[in-house]
Antibody, heavy 118, light 113 residues
Framework: EVQLVESGGGLVKPGESLRLSCAAS????????MNWVRQAPGKGLEWVAS????????WYADSVKGRFTISRDNAKNSLYLQMSSLRVEDTAVYYC???????????WGQGALVTVSS | QSALTQPPSASGSPGQSVTISCTGT?????????VSWYHQHPGKAPKLLIY???KRPSGVPDRFSGSKSGNTASLTVSGLQAEDEADYHC?????????????FGGGTRLTVL
């Protein structure tokens, strides 16, 4: 059974940093691209970043480029999102999702809440 | 404002069919057959319903179907059931050079009357 479990969410002040982790199990982690997708309270989904299975290719939404860094450790079956210079508008539930070559996400974690507030 | 446009709400009675639209541009929905649909129950993670415009993952009932015409994609839910009440999100690939490689709509709240 595919499982994705996010951790590391919490309350931070504007300008601070936070690192999210996603532990994957039940599939060959290194064979799949992975995505981070977020959802602000009461809003729709927003793609944040993607990373290929071997970390060769990495893409970011313009809204986070230069502030967020996606990475993975295939030996640990783990995905990460390092978030710096956080803004109030980054407040959201952050989902880790398994990606595909056709840009869809077929499995999602339960989400990690990140709140940026002074 | 979301990149893809969905109606904020839709509704139907049990047993009826409902179609939800998702409008993009010639650079996203119109350019690629990489449209996907998800539903999301309150407090839960999204779940994949449709990928590559009209394909269903195993386990998704055939009551859910997808299509595309030009820059607009559609999701039809036939034989509405109470458990279909949820938020529905469309998504499309927008290319490597886009502001966002993957776009989502703002979501449609489906109410089963």
């Amino acid at each position: 059974e595919v499982q994705l479990v996010e951790s590391g969410g919490g309350l931070v002040k504007p300008g601070e940093s936070l690192r999210l982790s996603c532990a994957a199990s039940g599939f060959s982690f290194s064979s799949y691209s992975m995505n981070w997708v977020r959802q602000a309270p009461g809003k729709g989904l927003e793609w944040v970043a993607s990373i290929s299975g071997s970390s060769t290719y990495i893409w970011y939404a313009d809204s986070v480029k230069g502030r967020f860094t996606i990475s993975r450790d295939n030996a640990k079956n783990s995905l990460y999102l390092q978030m710096s210079s956080l803004r109030v508008e980054d407040t959201a539930v952050y989902y880790c999702a398994r990606g595909s070559s056709s840009a869809y996400s077929d499995y999602w974690g339960q989400g990690a809440l990140v709140t940026v507030s002074s | 404002q979301s990149a893809l446009t969905q109606p904020p709400s839709a509704s139907g009675s049990p047993g009826q069919s409902v179609t939800i639209s998702c409008t993009g541009t010639s650079s996203d929905i119109g350019a690629y057959n990489y449209v996907s649909w998800y539903h999301q129950h309150p407090g839960k993670a999204p779940k994949l319903l449709i990928y590559e415009v009209s394909k269903r993952p195993s386990g998704v009932p055939d009551r859910f179907s997808g299509s595309k015409s030009g820059n607009t994609a559609s999701l039809t839910v036939s034989g509405l059931q109470a458990e279909d009440e949820a938020d529905y999100h469309c998504s499309s690939y927008a290319g490597r050079n886009a502001v966002s490689n993957i776009l989502f709509g703002g979501g449609t709240r489906l109410t089963v009357l």
